[in-house]
């Protein structure tokens, strides 16, 4: 395996663990129990995904409802065909040119290829009249993904499924019109410093390596990651591929974080010496042009040194 290959699996080896987030499973579960329309929302590899496979698994558990869930909404073809199926497996399918039992006696892997030999608009069609009345779950991943006219097809199974959606941007105008019937929200936020060093736990739990100082690797780890369970792991997944984590490795971790926002802030703090500098060189020269163009610059480069200086302290 070369490197690329190497961390690609040892990534993958810290995927499936999980822990927090049991207050977000639990508002969720409630919505959605209620007949909710609900949208999940929170930052790339905040833990979306999880969620919702949490909910799908205790739904499908519990066996009282009928549960769906489309990984991926794109291909939109392939999310409709990947929903056919699930319904297929219930024995609810509808096909719109076969009769129901002849549907229900063929295996998929049959009935797959008179599936995706129908038109976008006939499936959707079809699918809409098998959710109708069967009090049906739909969990949608990646929604953000979905064009216009996806978004078109999609609306029809607002009126006969509750509809749990997951998107990284609540404010994109491309998805206002289906957003805008979805009134309940459920946002995932970074993790603490205590459930981030919870999770470093749990990884190393499932797959050990050496560290000279656990404690101060935690907290950088924390910091790196910024409380993002995905970078937690994907931190994790990379270090673990090094024979031997000693404090050396752990400073230069530490180091970065300096680097990453401190040196920013002195890039700023000298744009705006250098702007107030023009600013009373253009007015000791009556240069009017300057001196305005000195005092604009000196104030857009101290409010963004106070941006910066609170990021910092955020950090």
């Not at 961390?7 to 993958?12: G, I, L, P, T, W």
């Not at 090094?242 to 002195?266: C, H, L, N, P, T």
């Not at 009556?286 to 104030?299: K, L, N």
């Amino acid at each position: 395996m070369n490197n690329e290959q190497l961390k690609a699996s040892a990534r993958e080896r810290y995927q499936p663990i999980i822990v927090g987030r049991t207050r977000e499973l639990a508002e969720l579960w409630e919505l959605a129990s209620k007949g909710r329309h609900v949208l999940v929302t929170g930052a790339a590899g905040i833990g979306k995904s999880v969620l919702l496979q949490m909910l799908f698994e205790g739904l499908s558990e519990r066996g009282d409802v009928n549960v769906f869930r489309i990984s991926d909404i794109r291909p939109f073809k392939n999310a409709l065909v990947e929903l056919a199926e699930q319904l297929h497996e219930k024995r609810i399918f509808l096909h719109p040119r076969l009769s129901a039992s002849v549907v229900r006696a063929l295996p998929w892997e049959k009935l797959a290829p008179k599936v995706r030999a129908l038109t976008v608009k006939v499936l959707a069609q079809a699918l809409f009249f098998s959710l109708k009345g069967r009090q049906a779950i739909l969990i949608c991943d990646q929604f953000d993904r979905a064009t216009p006219t996806e978004l078109a097809w999609f609306h029809q199974f607002f009126d006969v499924a509750t509809i749990i959606l997951a998107t990284l941007d609540p404010t994109n105008s491309k998805l206002k019109p289906i957003l805008d019937r979805v009134p309940a929200k459920v946002e995932l936020k970074d993790f603490s410093q205590g459930e981030s060093e919870e999770l470093i736990d749990r990884c190393f739990e499932a797959a050990p390596f050496a560290v000279s100082e656990i404690a101060w690797y935690r907290r950088e780890i924390w910091r790196k990651s910024q409380g993002n369970p995905r970078a937690i792991k994907d931190l994790l997944a990379d270090h673990s591929l090094e024979k031997y984590i000693d404090s050396q490795a752990i400073r230069a971790m530490a180091s970065e974080q300096g680097v990453r926002y401190f040196a920013v802030s002195w890039v700023v703090l000298a744009g705006a010496l250098l702007f107030s500098i023009h600013r009373y060189v253009g007015r000791g020269l009556g240069d009017r042009d300057a001196y305005i163009i000195g005092a604009v610059g000196m104030v857009v480069f101290i409010f963004l040194s106070m941006l910066v200086r609170k990021a910092n302290r955020r950090s």
